[in-house]
T-cell receptor, first 115, second 109 residues
């Protein structure tokens, strides 16, 4: 039972490079999310997706791109990394509707450092 | 726009003392509130949600619409309660949550 997995767990890159963080879930959850966690800011939503091929911006989407060609995958790409994007990134998923709506299941996080 | 405020970055209490983690929200509609917890080296996970009106690990939280608050309480803190706690607000039909900045609870002997 793998659940939701993120890769890589740790990444160091340089300013201007493109970086892709991967997220894979095995539950067939409709919703998937990317959050970043920063001291003093808590968790902020970057992008979310309600289903395959449906994505929408969160509150801090500038500089990020997502895609969702398959239900189980939701990669996050930093097109040209900046130091301000140094953060811990969390992927999460959630089933649609029903009593579990609102419960997010989180990955272990990907710690990204941009030098 | 919706907002969640957790005024305390760190709350330090002695084992056996009562705990109250504060959470206030702003939202013009009908809110759904949650508490999430992140223990050391573990994933962020749901602790409780207001619609369930349940007690989890001795924690309870009551939604007070008049004061727009959803404070998390426990009568007697345990060492294993030490963790990072996030209050979250769900608005709309999606599972999208707005999180507060988090409060680190430190329970000492």
């Amino acid at each position: 039972d793998a659940g939701i997995t993120q890769s890589p767990r740790y990444k160091i890159t340089e300013t201007g490079r493109q970086v892709t963080l991967m997220c894979h879930q095995t539950w067939s959850h409709s919703y998937m999310f990317w959050y970043r966690q920063d001291l003093g800011h808590g968790l902020r939503l970057i992008y979310y997706s309600a289903a395959a091929d449906i994505t929408d911006k969160g509150e801090v989407s500038d500089g990020y791109v997502v895609s969702r060609s398959k239900t189980e995958n939701f990669p996050l790409t930093l097109e040209s990394a900046t130091r301000s994007q140094t953060s811990v990134y969390f992927c999460a998923s959630s089933p649609a509707g029903g009593p579990d709506t609102g419960e997010l299941f989180f990955g272990e996080g990907s710690r990204l450092t941009v030098l | 726009a919706q907002r969640v405020t957790q005024p305390e970055k760190l709350l330090s209490v002695f084992k056996g003392a009562p705990v109250e983690l504060k959470c206030n929200y702003s939202y013009s509609g009908s809110p759904e509130l949650f508490w999430y917890v992140q223990y050391s080296r573990q994933r962020l996970q749901l602790l409780l949600r207001h619609i369930s009106r349940e007690s989890i690990k001795g924690f309870t939280a009551d939604l007070n619409k008049g004061e727009t608050s959803f404070h998390l309480k426990k009568p007697f803190a345990q060492e294993e309660d030490s963790a990072m706690y996030y209050c979250a607000l769900r608005t709309g039909t999606a599972s999208k949550l707005t999180f507060g900045t988090g409060t680190r609870l430190q329970v000492t002997l």
